[in-house]
């Protein structure tokens, strides 16, 4: 047996495998580069969009990733000045996934749209910019705010807090927010991701909920039987309250106006496939809950959220019952489509309509005319 043959051939086929990736991967980056301008040769993820230093974890300046732009100070919107002027009314939307976009367009993301209707109403009134962040808590909202968002002097906060943070197996911290050191991404190779994509789209969904409900049963199997949640947990629950309050006291203490959403999901009472499928994934990333103590968790965050309202005068934007709960208006279980952000808009728009029509201030800018609005 020639075993230098053997050998040779090995490595030819190794290295013909090889440049087979390296062609697939240049085509990988080529197709980034005529879609979205991307830079050829330096990283290009989804990572490239968030940092973590003093402030925090939010989204890092000037970062592009496809369709998501962040602008100079770490928003998605147009560029704005540190300091505000005089005859501007400034509105900061902050929250997670949801309120930060990602199945809108471009250009239609909930803040995006709530511009829009803002100015329609105000011409140029109003500066309107998207300053949520996926992955960011109650507390972490709370310090960004108090570090970075404050020194823009907002006059209007419009949040919308997820109770996704208090189903995962650790609840959001008061402390350890920060890191000292800005973290940077990784080396990244663009073949990898789009291959796990096409890969997903090429699975029947059908398959792909069996191997997720496998995977949850062997989790919850290997755990006590007092580990699984049957119902909304109430000490996570509470929790949540004290955060959502802990955002109100630090945003009134600054001088803003705060406006709370409530959040919703798009799982219908007749669970057709689409339901199942993104009950399934939405599980599959809070496996302590039970699919009905999931659901119910919403419904408790929601009636949270109302009884804040009342008890600390702030106005509700009650979005979750006057959404449809179809494909039309979520991309998956809580992320909206573009018709589901413009209801999200139109709520958020309505409150901040009744906030400047009650406050002389406020009402003086939006009109330009120089006089309050008598109260």
Known sequence: MDFAKII???????????????????????????????????NYSNDN??????????NRPNATFQKWVINSH????????FEKPDSIIRVF?????????????????????????????YPGRFEVLNAACPGMSPPRIGHYYSGWLSKFSPDIIAYNPASDFYTNPYPPSDTNITRTQPSQPPLTFRLTSKAKIAFKGFLPRSW???????????????????????????DRMELYRKHIIGVIDTVRAQGSKIIIGTKTNSISSEMNDFDKYNLTNWRHLHVRCTDISLLQTDIVARKIILEIGKEYNVPIAD????????????????????????????????????????DSL??????????????
Not at 12 to 39: C, H, N, Q
């Open 319 to 358: 979005i979750a019952p006057n959404i449809p709960k179809t494909h039309e208006y979520f991309g998956d279980h809580h992320h909206f489509t573009d018709k589901g952000a413009k209801i999200v808009a139109k709520f958020m728009f309505e409150q901040i309509v009744k906030i400047i029509e009650n």
């Open 8 to 42: 040779k051939t090995i490595i030819k086929y190794i290295g013909m495998g090889l440049l087979f990736l390296f062609i697939l991967e240049i085509a990988s980056r080529t197709d980034d580069y005529v879609k979205w301008d991307a830079p050829f040769w330096s």
């Open 49 to 58: 969009l968030s940092v973590s230093d003093e402030y925090g974890w939010h």
């Open 93 to 121: 939307c902050t929250g997670a996934s949801a309120t930060f976009g990602l199945y809108e367009s471009k250009d239609k993301d909930y803040p995006s749209q709530l511009r829009k209707m803002l100015n329609k109403k």
């Open 208 to 234: 792909q909920m069996t191997y997720k409900r496998w995977q949850i049963a062997n989790i919850v199997d290997s755990q006590e039987d007092d580990w699984l949640w049957e119902t909304p947990p109430l």
């Open 74 to 81: 770490g928003f998605r919107g147009p560029e704005i000045t």
């Open 362 to 375: 406020l009402y003086s800018r939006a009109i330009n005319s120089g006089e309050g609005k008598k109260q």
